[in-house]
């Protein structure tokens, strides 16, 4: 199957069953590869697509307008050539825009503690998925776009035996308020899980 077929959508699909399908073809699509950089690429326009071709997502002025991820600094590769300002971004605790579809948006998020705010930041931190039916009644919120209405942030958590690690956040935006329910939180966590465990950190 051509890869771009894997963001079919088949009609009728409630919000579960949309869910399922999406986690479904993100294995198959992730399987004999454990690059993060490839997988979140590839995850990024796998979820963007599959929601702008569901009727509950797709609808102009309620659409998704940003799928993307948000990585904890360390985990980028260090440059191969160094540059007088090439460690500018990767300074201090933040993460740092990786893999996403839709409009630019801010380069990094700070985690610093006493510093870090946002919607990104809060659920890196309690490593909670951030639900946010409206985007202007949130404190901190970071506005990378102003057409932006409401907001959901997955954590992404390493499992260990140990300790768990947090490495960042699986990010959506959307046009509407309430833009996205209890049922999108169920099932983005479970694909922000998939995606950790199909990668190497
Ligand atoms: N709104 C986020 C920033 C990232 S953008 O939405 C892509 C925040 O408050 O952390």
Known sequence: M????????????????????VYDQ?????????????NLANASSLIYSSLLAHEAFGDGD?????????????????????????????????LLLGPFCGKPACQFINTTPGKARGVCADAYIHRKVVLVPDVEAYPGHIACDGDTKSEIVCPLTLRGDR?????GVLDLDCLALNGFTEEDKIGLSRIADLVVTACDW
């Open 26 to 38: 993100l294995s198959a699509l992730l399987e004999g590869q454990r690059d993060w950089v490839t």
């Open 163 to 167: 300790e768990d690690i947090s490495l």
């Open 62 to 94: 309620k659409a998704v307008n940003w799928c993307g991820f948000y990585i904890d600094s360390p985990f980028f590769p260090t440059p191969r050539v160094s540059h007088p300002t090439s460690t500018e971004g990767a300074a201090g605790q933040r």
């Open 2 to 21: 051509p890869h771009a077929d894997s963001a079919f959508i088949p009609s009728g699909l409630n919000k579960t069953q949309f869910w399922e399908h």
